[in-house]
């Protein structure tokens, strides 16, 4: 079974990936259900969702379940799809389509955090209850972790639940902080520490006398949705209701967030592409000295940078799909604890989820604020849709963990995988110390430069990582700044290394095609410019003297072997024009 993580020591193009070019004509059939829903039912409504309209919103849930989209991963018996997490990537890719944040975090919310932990942790008797009215909407799903105190530290929660004197209940008390679907969801994932130490997760009734729901938060965006706090002041929880164990919450909590962390991935590569597609038509139609805007190099510029980012997510989106089906497939159907198996597959890939979530939530960012200038004033007003894009999707790097904790996970992991060896991570660290190695002359092909410059950047990466492990050791992740640094070196690999395989994959298949080759080069050119200075910023924190030195000559000698020598601006040149001739965002 493969380890989350193996990329950075495999060599480059040595397996195939999943990829969006792989898609069954099942999934592309939901694909093209989903995408007619976001277009026909949630964007004619985008205004009436903004102004918050809970009943429209429950309505379209309502609607959302009759189709069977709340359901895909919920097993048949109890009234699911049971379908794969490619499909549940291609279902919450193809609802930002709509343009609306506010239904895409309602459903995400419901179907995901709110409705896994009943799926992998519940006991029949819980999901006989529940899920069947989670997948119809009857009822709608909020997951309760973050407090006012504890944001990213979640551990440190001050909710308790102390067992009734009949020993029938738990007695929950606590404030509960920013709950998406707060005010209208009907079921709660609560989590408490049982006599002020087990944390323990609960299913909580909206109707238990004594759980309040608070006002409705003033937001900077997805004003449609439901965000607030819930308050619990002595609430009976019945002691059936208590989700896996008490004392392993941890695990409810955390094997829920994998897969929050990998769909907000792909809902923010939907996101991308309407930045693309609705900044380009207004482009081609804005005139500004004789011409379109589109026709300025500066503008083709952003939109080449726009497609590169882009198409490196969907890469690592759908390869990380394709990662999370393997792993759980691998979990035997007739195994008793068969879903809690499952999440722990899902959690064999957690660094790839988080780097999902990162990589995405920046590109929606970068993307919109591209889209904006490329609006110029009008971007700025809310008769266009680049500013609501803006306010909606600068919550994303909050969601699921905030990016800087997302970073540390990615790190941490890998610490856990080279001193665990559950990953050759000190083998290839050996391998990367030595002189030589593979050159351009080890591949072939018409990727052949771009494989070389993946394989001694992943080379370079092994190198820095080697030496922030000689001098912090397990303590390596106190240290923040140098651990960021370096899980976005690791997070870099990553899309160079899912961008490579799916257009190497691409042209094996099909033939060469010019743009998509373009696209390979041009965002290898990049990264590796990136990944480079992050390598020399972290060596200078790490070493001084005649160590320092010699660190400096062996990364500017793998800088030099890594460099690919494209007249990046022409190549995103080409890629503007390509945009422009399809009328939209195509691979």
Same mark, same amino acid.
């Given at each position: 079974?493969?380890?989350?993580?193996?990329?950075?020591?495999?060599?480059?193009?040595?397996?195939?990936?999943?990829?969006?070019?792989?898609?069954?004509?099942?999934?592309l059939?939901?694909l093209?259900?989903?995408?007619?829903?976001?277009?026909?039912?949630?964007?004619?409504?985008?205004?009436?969702?903004?102004?918050?309209?809970?009943?429209?919103?429950?309505?379209?849930?309502?609607?959302?379940?009759?189709?069977?989209?709340?359901?895909?991963?919920?097993?048949?018996?109890?009234?699911?799809?049971s379908?794969?997490?490619?499909?549940?990537?291609?279902?919450?890719?193809?609802?930002?389509?709509?343009? &609306?944040?506010?239904?895409?975090v309602?459903?995400a919310?419901?179907?995901?955090?709110?409705?896994?932990?009943?799926?992998?942790?519940?006991?029949?008797?819980?999901?006989?209850?529940? @899920?069947?009215?989670?997948?119809?909407?009857?009822i709608?799903?909020?997951?309760?972790?973050?407090?006012?105190?504890?944001?990213?530290?979640?551990?440190?929660?001050?909710?308790?639940?102390?067992?009734?004197?009949?020993?029938?209940?738990?007695?929950l008390?606590?404030?509960?902080?920013?709950?998406?679907?707060?005010?209208?969801?009907?079921?709660?994932?609560?989590?408490?520490r049982?006599?002020?130490?087990?944390?323990?997760?609960?299913?909580?009734?909206r109707?238990?006398p004594? %759980?309040?729901?608070?006002?409705?938060e003033?937001k900077?965006?997805?004003?449609?949705?439901?965000?607030?706090?819930?308050? /619990?002041?002595?609430?009976?929880?019945?002691?059936?209701? %208590?989700?896996?164990?008490?004392?392993?919450?941890?695990?409810?909590?955390?094997?829920?967030?994998?897969?929050?962390?990998?769909? @907000?991935?792909?809902?923010?590569?939907?996101?991308?592409?309407?930045?693309?597609?609705?900044?380009?038509?207004?482009?081609?139609e804005?005139?500004?000295?004789?011409q379109?805007?589109?026709?300025?190099?500066?503008?083709?510029?952003?939109?080449?940078?726009?497609?590169?980012?882009?198409?490196?997510?969907?890469?690592?989106?759908?390869?990380?799909?394709?990662?999370?089906?393997?792993?759980?497939?691998?979990?035997?159907?007739?195994?008793?604890?068969?879903?809690?198996?499952?999440?722990?597959?899902?959690?064999n890939?957690?660094?790839? &989820?988080?780097?999902?979530?990162?990589f995405?939530?920046?590109?929606l960012?970068?993307n919109?604020?591209?889209?904006?200038?490329?609006?110029?004033?009008?971007?700025?007003?809310?008769d266009?849709?680049?500013a609501?894009?803006?306010?909606?999707s600068?919550?994303?790097?909050?969601?699921e963990?905030?990016?800087e904790?997302?970073?540390?996970?990615?790190?941490?992991?890998?610490?856990?995988?080279?001193?665990?060896?559950? @990953?050759?991570?000190?083998?290839?660290?050996?391998?990367?110390?030595?002189?030589?190695?593979?050159?351009?002359?080890?591949?072939?092909?018409?990727?052949?430069?771009?494989?070389?410059? @993946?394989?001694?950047?992943?080379?370079l990466?092994?190198?820095?990582?080697h030496?922030?492990?000689?001098?912090?050791?397990?303590?390596?992740?106190?240290?923040?700044?140098?651990?960021?640094?370096?899980?976005?070196? /690791?997070?870099d690999?990553?899309?160079?290394?899912?961008?490579?395989?799916?257009?190497n994959?691409?042209?094996?298949?099909?033939?060469?095609?010019?743009?998509?080759?373009?696209?390979a080069?041009? /965002? &290898?050119?990049?990264?590796? /410019?990136?990944?480079?200075?992050?390598?020399?910023?972290?060596?200078y924190?790490?070493?001084?003297?005649?160590?320092?030195?010699?660190?400096?000559?062996?990364?500017?000698?793998?800088r030099?072997?890594?460099?690919?020598?494209?007249?990046?601006?022409?190549m995103?040149?080409?890629?503007?024009?390509?945009l422009?001739?399809?009328?939209?965002?195509?691979?």
């Amino acid at each position: 079974m493969k380890t989350g993580g193996e990329f950075l020591v495999s060599r480059a193009g040595s397996e195939k990936i999943f990829t969006r070019e792989n898609f069954t004509d099942d999934q592309l059939q939901f694909l093209e259900l989903a995408r007619e829903f976001a277009l026909q039912e949630i964007y004619p409504n985008l205004e009436a969702i903004e102004k918050y309209n809970p009943e429209l919103m429950r309505g379209l849930m309502r609607k959302a379940g009759e189709i069977g989209f709340l359901g895909i991963d919920v097993p048949e018996n109890y009234g699911g799809l049971s379908l794969d997490k490619t499909t549940s990537a291609i279902l919450t890719e193809s609802v930002s389509f709509s343009q &609306c944040a506010s239904f895409s975090v309602t459903i995400a919310a419901h179907v995901s955090i709110g409705t896994l932990p009943i799926v992998f942790f519940g006991t029949p008797e819980q999901k006989q209850k529940y @899920l069947p009215k989670l997948v119809s909407a009857e009822i709608l799903s909020a997951y309760c972790l973050t407090e006012p105190t504890a944001g990213s530290d979640a551990l440190s929660i001050r909710s308790t639940a102390a067992l009734s004197e009949d020993q029938k209940h738990y007695i929950l008390n606590g404030t509960k902080q920013f709950i998406t679907n707060g005010r209208w969801a009907d079921l709660y994932i609560v989590f408490a520490r049982v006599n002020g130490k087990d944390f323990t997760a609960f299913i909580v009734e909206r109707n238990t006398p004594g %759980v309040q729901p608070g006002k409705e938060e003033h937001k900077l965006g997805q004003k449609g949705a439901s965000t607030c706090s819930i308050t /619990f002041e002595n609430a009976k929880v019945p002691v059936e209701n %208590v989700l896996h164990q008490v004392g392993r919450g941890a695990e409810v909590a955390f094997n829920s967030l994998n897969m929050g962390r990998f769909k @907000l991935g792909a809902a923010d590569l939907g996101g991308c592409k309407v930045c693309i597609n609705q900044s380009m038509k207004y482009a081609l139609e804005r005139w500004q000295f004789g011409q379109p805007i589109a026709h300025f190099d500066a503008i083709k510029g952003k939109f080449g940078d726009m497609i590169l980012r882009t198409f490196a997510l969907d890469s690592m989106v759908y390869r990380t799909a394709g990662l999370l089906d393997e792993s759980i497939s691998r979990v035997d159907p007739d195994s008793p604890n068969y879903f809690s198996e499952v999440a722990q597959a899902i959690e064999n890939h957690a660094i790839e &989820c988080s780097m999902c979530k990162v990589f995405g939530s920046e590109a929606l960012w970068s993307n919109a604020d591209s889209g904006l200038q490329v609006y110029g004033g009008y971007g700025f007003t809310e008769d266009y849709p680049m500013a609501r894009i803006i306010r909606d999707s600068r919550v994303d790097r909050l969601y699921e963990g905030t990016n800087e904790i997302n970073r540390q996970v990615i790190v941490g992991y890998f610490l856990k995988r080279a001193l665990m060896e559950e @990953l050759p991570i000190r083998e290839a660290i050996k391998a990367s110390l030595r002189p030589g190695g593979e050159g351009l002359a080890a591949f072939s092909g018409p990727l052949a430069a771009e494989m070389n410059a @993946l394989e001694t950047a992943k080379r370079l990466a092994l190198l820095t990582f080697h030496h922030a492990l000689v001098k912090h050791g397990q303590d390596l992740l106190n240290e923040q700044q140098l651990a960021e640094a370096l899980s976005d070196i /690791f997070t870099d690999v990553y899309a160079m290394d899912s961008t490579i395989s799916r257009v190497n994959q691409y042209l094996e298949a099909h033939g060469n095609e010019e743009m998509r080759l373009t696209i390979a080069g041009a /965002f &290898c050119a990049e990264r590796i /410019f990136a990944i480079g200075a992050a390598a020399e910023k972290i060596i200078y924190s790490l070493l001084s003297g005649e160590g320092l030195k010699m660190a400096l000559e062996r990364i500017h000698a793998l800088r030099e072997k890594m460099a690919l020598p494209y007249d990046v601006f022409k190549m995103k040149r080409a890629l503007a024009e390509d945009l422009y001739s399809h009328g939209e965002y195509r691979f």
